[in-house]
């Protein structure tokens, strides 16, 4: 009876058969994609749907000094037209602070501005029509006029006295700051022997979602509740902040997310627009839909990065580390976006720098500052790929100037795997890291010394290749301590709800969105093993505030680590009830009973007792079979809450082979590998094309996608044609690998997997076009690295 | 992002367009394949009160890919594809052939033309400096009936062509690759299918090791496809050799003072172009 | 004059008739007036290729094409290959190898790869990326879809390579 263990759920040091958890399954519901049979929200049908599009300023910073919609209204198919004085009768603004980013502070925001605009984009009317076509016909019969304001777009400036403050009311451009050292900072690098620094950039980068941000909202004056169908990947975040902003009773409000082509970030904030759709639902008495076009979602969909960091590094003539420090700048456009804030991004630098190392002292001064560009707030990695770019390239840097090959400088320097539970300088707690085990599977599974060897050959031929490595860490499955702390109504807890169904299926509903990365799969095999039935009997429900458990939804990489959790104990509990049923049918002790196959068995003889259609039919249909006191309980519900430790920490380290045309300045990506942990592997296929996809999104800020703006403030290529995302044409193939140390905080041992790829990738190509400008004497710092760079540092521009 | 409102017409005849176009007048735009005019009317960039589509007109003077041996000729409602796949234009026209893979991606390949292309005489796509490298012509249709423009004299400032009012163009007529002949067609694009930063068209007679009648076309360095006159003079006659590619890339100066785009500046630009030149050379004089 | 016209089109096989504006792309018209949702409207301006379907069997930007202009021509969209199977061994391969996450991408390219695996059998690695090169995917960093095409344009060349002997065996 060995192969129907109790619990089929690995347990260390054991061989328990470990049923669908760690097997390679294709996700049961990307079948109706591949027939383009899905239903994103754009494909779902309401009957007198109008139409919103928005007026957006053309300038970076204006005053809104008149503003006539009455020809705009007048235009055929037009229902109705408003200003931000009209909207904000429906809808409160909002300020966008967290308590425990101390100091932090932004203006109210309007959903649609009120009196001036503040970036290019920015909503200041709404247009609702028949058609998407005719609202866009009236866009162009607006008039206003405009009273141009001083315009900031140089972050560096920001903090500058000279330099005009957007929001006088807060007195200063700075939005947050922040200090952190250790006691022996200055005294490290007063003894080390070797102090490196150099400052890098980063641009400014946006989701590029393919599917643009699409929200209908539909208000039924009757009910006074709102039903609203977004693509979103925190659905109960967004029923919260509906109510009340709308003043709508919490459970009037309704939060359907269908199919979601692609969140990254992007679809977790609030978005003024909307916010507006929803209120001109209310006003209209209809359901209204906006879609962001292409155009508006370069020009509204957040950005990200937009760093500039100094950094420094001290070590020993052995090669030891024994600091780091920075510096950051970031500016995050002229508000703190709601109601995750714009602090944490550059707060995560502070946090995450020098990362993986087991050095002493840091110390990290952050600025974050207003600016008159789009909004910038957390995408995909958020801070990871600036902590680990400063820190990887710094060591490389360190690793140079002391002639050390940069992977055994980083081993003498990770941190051990023996030392956990660890606590970092800035005061991270670390459960259990594999850095030593990561980079050995990596140098092994690259073959580093043969790539090494190749590289020196071709280098006699001309050809310079280059070899980039960046050692990670990831915040993944956090605590309430990233955001419920601070104020924010936003669920570190997420829960599953299971319910047998009297034919023996079950239907599994979880508080956690699906958008395509397989939570939906991962939740199904993890009911399936634990409650031993096949895959197809299984059905999962998400994207329902009406109908799913409360949960914070996607975003952290947390939706498998936590809402995989809530699933086991939910499917624990069912099980256990369903085996109470059982026994109770066939008058035996429950311990004796076991369920494997859909079936209920006899663990001593393995013979089989009942299908689970019969617990069903008993339990439902026939309870009047059942002894008097005994009530059957087929639908269980349990949540889960990390705790124990702020953020549930993996580990991983890249490689990145590149070769560079030093007359183009062109860098060819040949290859990329990753030995990551994320702990226990609930799908492998499906985690290695998180890292694959998030690899790629990485490389993309690495290579080609930055936000360019004018000096007044326009924004220079918000198109796709300009705005350069990865292609398949340049992008590499990509060999993954995993050590597994599942963390202990929860029974299933699954950390988050979502991130680490966008997280590391840039600094691996980084440190990869570095390493093949070496014998060039030629250094870039600034990404994206475009040719005109790479052929400035090489002084041949 | 939708368009705004027009109207549309099918001629079924050159006539039918020429009445439509004096009808209309620069209220009209052709449709030639639209796969830059589609996008730019989606974007509001570009608000025609009529459409006047071509693409299906049934015109021996716009239509098929014909040669006679000595000419090969185009018609302005060639899709890029047929372009791509057609055998006498790799024989006869092997720059144009190296260039279409080039233009954009198979799906678009598919619907622009190559007179949609010309007409619109977009500084860095491809055809353009095809032509200019190659002294086509470029016959134009009217009323009035055909005129002949050498490519050389046809693109006149950015989208600025010699196409008059009624006017629209019918087919590029190329001379057939002459025996000692090669071409080279090199772009540096960030992305596969992207406008280049900079991209050279080059043909010309290789014999012995020594060029002549060698012509170098750039793209994507300024308002139109520049011809390299200044480096070209310097290699006429010449044995190829690391100096006399040298002494061609110094003579870009003088023919190229590119403008910068989006990512790169105008002496990036000129740094590329020289780099192209010097490939393009070595694979001229190397039969690559 | 920019009132709506009589179009009829040929759409999966079924003549769809529907007066529609001359404005109106093809997007737009599979998606509102044929009520065909898996063409997506991705850029709207020719670039990121969600909106690839096939008129008159040759794949093309749906949204740099308008409907007005397919009048009395064919289009074939991901319901139509899904519905006759014609392309069943990509999706399989695609869902096998996890070629696709939030999916948004996915009927572009599968359109796209149907025409890659017709038009150039044996396209490797690098071809595959360059053929699909024109459509963009944010979730998968491309890898799987180039598996998945790998997988199918095999099992093509082999299924057509076959004996006839081998074939009955099955």
Known sequence: ?797 | MKAPAFDYARPASLAEVFDLLDRHGDEAKLLAGGQTLMATLNMRLSQPGILIDITTLNEPALTGIRSDGATLSIGALVKHREIERSAPVAEQVPLLAQAVPHVAHIAIRNAGTFGGSVAFADPAAEYPACLVALDATIVLVSRAGERKVPARDFFKALYETDLQPGELVARGEFVAQKPGYRSVFMELARRHGDYAIVGVAANGKVAGGVLSDISLAYLGVGGIPVLARQAMAVLEGQAYSTELVGAAQRALANDLDPAADLYSSGATKMHLARVLTGRALAALAEGA | MSGKRQTAITVNGVTENHAVEPRMHLIDYLREECGLTGAHAGCEHGVCGACTVRVDGEIVRGCLTLAVATDGRRVDTIEGLSDTGEIADLQKAFHEHNALQCGFCTPGMLMAAQDLVREMPNAGRDEIREYISGNYCRCTGYQAIVDAIETVLKARKEKSGASPALKVVK
């Open chain 1, 1 to 797: 009876m060995n192969a129907r263990a109790e619990l089929p759920v690995s347990a260390p040091g054991t061989k328990a058969d470990t049923g669908y958890i760690g097997k390679s399954i294709p996700r049961a519901n990307a079948k109706r994609l591949l027939q383009g049979r899905g239903a994103y929200t754009d494909d779902l049908r309401f009957p007198r749907l109008a139409h919103v599009v928005f007026f957006r300023s053309p300038h970076a910073h204006a005053r809104i000094v008149s503003l006539d919609l009455s020809k705009a209204r007048q235009s055929p198919g037009v229902i109705a037209t408003f200003d931000g004085h009209a909207i904000a009768e429906y809808c409160t603004p909002w300020v966008a602070v967290l308590s425990h980013l101390k100091g932090l502070k932004s203006p109210a925001q309007y959903a649609v501005a009120i009196e001036r605009a503040c970036w290019q984009g920015e909503a200041v009317a709404a247009i609702i029509a028949e058609t998407r076509a005719q609202a866009e016909d009236a866009l162009q019969l607006i008039e206003v006029e405009w009273e141009e304001l001083p315009v900031l777009t140089d972050m560096e400036l920001a903090l500058d006295p000279a330099t005009p403050v957007i929001h006088p009311d807060l007195g200063d451009n700075l939005c947050f700051h922040r200090d952190f050292t250790t006691e022996g900072v200055d005294d490290a690098f007063a003894r080390a022997d070797l102090v490196v620094e150099d400052t890098f950039h980063f641009g400014r980068h946006t989701g590029v979602t393919l599917e643009g941000r699409t929200i209908v909202a539909d208000y039924n004056p009757a009910q006074h509740s709102l039903t609203v169908y977004q693509g979103t990947q925190a659905p109960h975040m967004m029923q919260d902040i509906m109510s009340r902003h709308l003043n709508i009773p919490e459970a009037n409000v309704r939060v359907v997310t269908k199919d979601v082509g692609g969140s990254f970030g992007i679809k977790v904030h609030v978005y003024p627009d909307e916010m507006a759709t929803a209120a001109i639902s209310v006003m209209l008495r209809r359901p209204v839909k906006f879609i962001a076009d292409r155009l508006e979602s370069f020009l509204t969909d957040i950005h990200a990065r937009e760093h500039r960091v100094r950094t420094r590094l001290a070590a020993t003539k052995e090669g030891k580390i024994l600091a780091f420090e920075i510096d950051d700048l970031t500016g995050i456009g002229p508000y703190s976006v709601y109601p995750r804030t714009s602090g944490i991004e550059g707060n995560q630098v502070v946090n995450l720098t020098g990362g993986p190392y087991a050095h002493k002292e840091y110390r990290a001064r952050l600025d974050v500052v207003f600016t008159n560009k789009n909004v910038t707030c957390q995408y995909r990695g958020v801070g990871h790929p600036i902590a680990v770019a400063v820190t990887e390239g710094i060591v490389d840097l360190a690793a140079q100037k002391l002639g050390m090959d940069p992977a055994e400088f980083r081993r003498i320097n990770l941190i051990p795997d023996d030392a956990y539970p660890y606590t970092f300088p800035s005061g991270l707690k670390f459960e259990l890291l594999s850095h030593h085990q990561c980079l050995d599977k990596l140098l092994a599974l690259m073959d580093y010394t043969a790539l090494r060897a190749e590289q020196t050959r071709l280098r006699g031929k001309g050809i310079y290749r280059g070899i980039g490595l960046a050692a990670m860490i990831e915040v993944t499955n956090p605590s309430p301590a990233f955001y419920g702390v601070g104020g924010a109504r936003i669920s570190a807890q997420d829960g599953a709800t299971i319910r047998l169904e009297p034919s023996g299926m079950v239907t599994v509903l979880v508080s956690v969105t699906e958008q395509g990365q397989g939570n939906d799969a991962v939740f199904a095999q993890i009911a399936a093993t634990v409650l031993g039935i096949t895959m197809e009997k299984v059905k999962v429900v998400t994207g329902d505030t009406e109908v799913t458990p409360y949960g914070g939804g996607t975003w952290a990489s947390r939706g498998a680590g936590i809402g995989g959790e809530a699933v086991l104990q939910s499917a624990k509990a069912l099980k256990s009830n369903i085996l109470d049923i059982a026994a109770a049918i066939l008058n035996v002790d429950k311990g004796t009973l076991d369920i494997t196959g859909n079936e209920v068995y006899d663990k001593l003889t393995g013979a089989t007792k009942m299908p689970l259609s019969e617990v069903g039919r008993v339990g439902y249909f026939r309870p009047d079979t059942l002894p008097m006191d005994f009530q059957s309980e087929l639908t269980v519900t349990r949540h889960y809450t990390p705790r124990g430790y702020g953020f549930t920490f993996t580990n991983g380290i890249q490689a990145s082979l590149v070769e560079v045309d030093p007359d183009t300045g062109f860098v060819k990506l040949l290859k990329h590998w990753v030995v990551e942990d994320c702990g226990t592997i609930l799908n492998p296929m499906l985690v290695d094309e998180q890292m694959r996809g998030g690899i790629v999104q990485g490389i993309g800020g690495a290579l080609f996608e930055e936000c360019l703006y004018s000096a007044d403030g326009q924004m220079l290529n918000g198109s796709m044609a300009d705005y350069l995302v990865p292609m398949a044409g340049e992008m590499p193939d990509m060999v993954i690998a995993h050590v597994e140390s599942p963390t202990k905080t929860s029974e299933l041992g699954a950390k988050g997997a979502g991130e680490a790829g966008t997280a590391g990738a840039p600094a691996a190509v980084m440190n990869a076009i570095n390493d093949a400008l070496l014998p060039l004497n030629a250094r870039v710092s600034s990404q994206p690295f475009t040719p005109e760079k790479i052929l400035r540092a090489l002084g041949k521009v």
